[in-house]
Nanobody, 126 residues
Framework: QVQLVESGGGSVQAGDSLKLSCVAS????????TGWFRQAPGKEREFVSV??????????FYANSVKGRFTISRDNAKNTLYLEMNNMKPEDTAVYYC?????????????????WGQGTQVTVSS
């Protein structure tokens, strides 16, 4: 079974940048689509971004709330998924989760993902 571990969360000021990482183990982290979701207290889990499997190139998709500010990428050699977050806003505050699915196709639905990390807290102060 694939295991995912997020890191890089922390507290930043609005306008700052932060980079999250997600290291996979258990299998090669390159075939299926991988993405990021977030969940704020009292809120439902929200889609953030997804990148297609390596065999389908590097197609990406972003939630409107983060488009133009966040960038998703994957380093297949390091078996690591990244989320570069720029110009952060207080509304970005949440626990961020990385997720992976066996399919190479992108999806914004959390129920389409097979593996999840434990989450990393991101807090943005105004």
């Amino acid at each position: 079974q694939v295991q995912l571990v997020e890191s890089g969360g922390g507290s930043v000021q609005a306008g700052d940048s932060l980079k999250l990482s997600c290291v996979a183990s258990g299998r090669t982290f390159s075939t299926g689509a991988t993405g990021w979701f977030r969940q704020a207290p009292g809120k439902e889990r929200e889609f953030v971004s997804v990148i297609s499997g390596s065999e389908l190139g590097s197609g990406t998709f972003y939630a409107n709330s983060v488009k133009g500010r966040f960038t998703i990428s994957r380093d297949n050699a390091k078996n690591t998924l990244y989320l570069e977050m720029n110009n952060m806003k207080p509304e970005d505050t949440a626990v961020y989760y990385c997720a992976a699915r066996r399919s190479r196709n992108i999806s914004i639905g959390p129920y389409d993902y097979d593996y999840w990390g434990q989450g990393t807290q991101v807090t943005v102060s105004s």
